[in-house]
């Protein structure tokens, strides 16, 4: 049983797209691997731009410096 764990920013994705991902992720696993779609888990956790940081600062200060 796969489980792939997907973790993207909060304010980055609507519901047709976290769809797309988890159907793509999906077929990929299938195509690849031979994976059974029935039993694969894919999860996508929703990060608030305070609690993610890249070398050393939060992307919500990263984005307001427009980095």
Do not use: C, F, H, S
Not at 32 to 39: E, Q, R, S, Y
Not at 40 to 67: A, H, M, P, S, Y
């Amino acid at each position: 049983m796969p489980y792939v764990n997907i973790k993207i920013t909060r304010d980055g994705a609507t519901a047709e797209q976290k769809e797309a991902l988890i159907a793509g992720v999906t077929k990929l696993l299938v195509d690849v691997l031979n994976k059974n779609p029935n039993t694969t888990v894919v999860v996508i956790d929703e990060v608030e731009t305070d609690n993610w940081g890249i070398g050393g600062t939060t992307v919500t200060k990263r984005r307001k410096q427009g980095l």
